[in-house]
């Protein structure tokens, strides 16, 4: 494929996410709207199904119960169709969203780059930032998200059985977790505060350190990835080993000590291919046979996750069943 095209994808890429995270701000602004009329009375505004893209844990108990009774969550089924759309997506797509779609990623690589615009600015002494952690502690603090994964997966998938699951998806506290999240953030204690600030300063010093370290989310996406078809593959005989790949993965892979990009860290940005200097050295293969062009990726991404979301919209499974006056009476509940 021309390098032309190649080099349009980390721009393509910046498009996609700046996209997504202004309709998550635009979803926020939404909901706060929805929340204020519920609590306080004004003006009516929808509540945007969308804000239950946020609640990545209820989603999971509602997929749970859905594997066993095959029922939609009627309550969060937006939330519901999210989850499995970024399921699929990674694998089929390298765990794209967390690439392409993910605000929480795209928040994190905004830092990232304020952070690289400070060095810039500061010039020599600060060269040594974005840091990066030695492999005897960032190895292991990589295991943090799995940890916290299999916490969530033994306490839902082992632990909840079905009449649980149906007590949880119908009780108010699942009702109310939309504006619970949003009254954590207006109003966060002063441990979640210091814990934020404590993430947002990690991520300027370590590129992505939500990500690559802490996100549960991420690595279950990462599991379903490995079996996926897409996989970047390393001519070994056309690499000069000038790292700018490496340098350029959000999720600091060893790429030049590789055959294969196979691993979970891998978001599927395809920065690694967009600024590899040498021709056909970095390729984007279906199980490393059949090269494919690397737009594809972001093509396909792009267009299944929104054929998933129509899908939704037209089968009745994005709109919750749960009337406005019902939300409103429970927030008022929760508001104070």
Not at 74 to 94: E, N, Q
Request: aromatic share 12%; with cysteine; net charge positive.
């Amino acid at each position: 494929m021309s390098g032309r095209f190649i080099s349009l994808l980390p721009p393509l890429r910046r498009l996609v996410q700046g996209g997504f995270l202004l309709f998550s701000l635009f979803v926020g602004v939404r909901f706060y709207q929805f929340f204020q009329w519920a609590v306080a009375g004004g003006d009516y505004t929808p509540r945007p199904p969308a804000v239950e893209a946020f609640l990545p844990i209820g989603a999971l108990v509602s997929f749970k119960q859905f594997i066993l009774t095959r029922q939609y969550d009627p309550v969060h089924p937006a939330g519901l169709t999210i989850f499995m759309a970024a399921l699929l997506l990674a694998f089929f797509l390298r765990k794209g969203f967390c690439g392409w779609i993910c605000p929480v990623g795209c928040v994190s690589e905004l830092l990232h780059s304020l952070s690289c615009r400070g060095r810039a600015a500061l010039g020599r002494s600060a060269r040594s930032l974005p840091l990066r952690l030695p492999p005897w502690l960032d190895k292991p603090l990589s295991l943090l998200k799995y940890l916290l994964l299999g916490l969530f997966l033994y306490l839902i998938l082992w632990q909840m059985d079905l009449a649980a699951l149906e007590n949880f998806s119908r009780s108010p506290y699942s009702i109310t977790t939309d504006a619970r999240m949003l009254l954590f953030f207006q109003h966060p204690s002063r441990l979640a505060l210091v814990i934020m600030i404590a993430l947002a300063v990690l991520s300027l010093l370590f590129r992505n350190f939500w990500c690559r370290h802490l996100c549960p989310y991420g690595a279950l996406l990462g599991l379903l990835a490995l079996a996926g078809p897409l996989q970047v593959l390393r001519a070994k005989e056309k690499c000069i080993d000038c790292k700018k790949c490496e340098k350029s993965c959000p999720a600091a892979i060893d790429i030049t000590g590789k055959n294969r990009l196979t691993a979970p860290e891998c978001i599927g940005c395809l920065e690694c291919v967009a600024c590899c200097p040498q021709e056909d050295c970095l390729t984007l293969t279906v199980y490393g046979r059949k090269k494919i062009t690397p737009l594809l990726l972001p093509g396909g991404l792009l267009a299944l996750f929104f054929a998933i979301w129509i899908a939704a919209v037209f089968t009745g499974h994005w709109q919750t069943s749960v009337a406005d006056d019902i939300f409103k009476h429970f927030y008022l509940r929760i508001s104070g």
